[in-house]
């Protein structure tokens, strides 16, 4: 599935109905260049999930976990994992194979460790649309 949209609202959008159909057990990944818009998606996701507090791209910490939501929402950044027994350190397994939702940006750094069912969410931009337009990219995989 392919969506297009033109602000930043748009994205908030496709993420928070994201959210609202996930279910249990489910693991989004998400990719794209910095600044593409992966934060406001995760913002929308969350906020589906019924999660009405500030959500802010876990870099440092590689996790961050939410519980007032509908659900456990685990939202992964993994831009700095140089190893992936950093992953295991951190327990991923029982989040990505738990009865909560986890979100993984920077996901293509961990492919070896993604399950064997999960949807991808690729966002990209294309300047010669206009600065906030993007293109969302969504399949099973």
């Given at each position: 599935m392919i969506i297009e949209t033109?602000?930043?609202?748009?994205?908030?959008?496709?993420?928070?109905?994201?959210?609202?159909?996930?279910?249990?057990?489910?693991?989004?990944?998400?990719?794209?260049?910095?600044?593409?818009?992966?934060?406001?998606?995760?913002?929308?996701?969350?906020?589906?999930?019924?999660?009405?507090?500030?959500?802010?791209?876990?870099?440092?910490?590689?996790?961050?976990?939410?519980?007032?939501?509908?659900?456990?929402?685990?939202?992964?950044?993994?831009?700095?994992?140089?190893?992936?027994?950093?992953?295991?350190?951190?327990?991923?397994?029982?989040?990505?194979?738990?009865?909560?939702?986890?979100?993984?940006?920077?996901?293509?750094?961990?492919?070896?460790?993604?399950?064997?069912?999960?949807?991808?969410?690729?966002?990209?931009?294309?300047?010669?649309?206009g600065f906030d337009y993007r293109?969302?990219?969504?399949?099973?995989?």
């Amino acid at each position: 599935m392919i969506i297009e949209t033109w602000s930043e609202e748009e994205t908030y959008r496709v993420g928070k109905k994201i959210g609202e159909q996930a279910a249990p057990g489910k693991v989004y990944t998400l990719v794209g260049d910095l600044g593409v818009g992966k934060t406001v998606f995760t913002q929308g996701a969350a906020a589906g999930l019924g999660i009405a507090g500030p959500v802010c791209s876990p870099t440092f910490t590689i996790v961050q976990q939410y519980e007032e939501g509908r659900m456990p929402f685990y939202h992964f950044d993994v831009y700095r994992i140089c190893d992936l027994a950093e992953m295991d350190e951190i327990g991923y397994e029982e989040m990505f194979y738990g009865d909560g939702v986890c979100l993984v940006e920077w996901a293509d750094r961990i492919k070896e460790l993604l399950p064997e069912h999960y949807t991808a969410v690729s966002i990209e931009k294309d300047l010669e649309k206009g600065f906030d337009y993007r293109r969302i990219i969504i399949e099973e995989m």
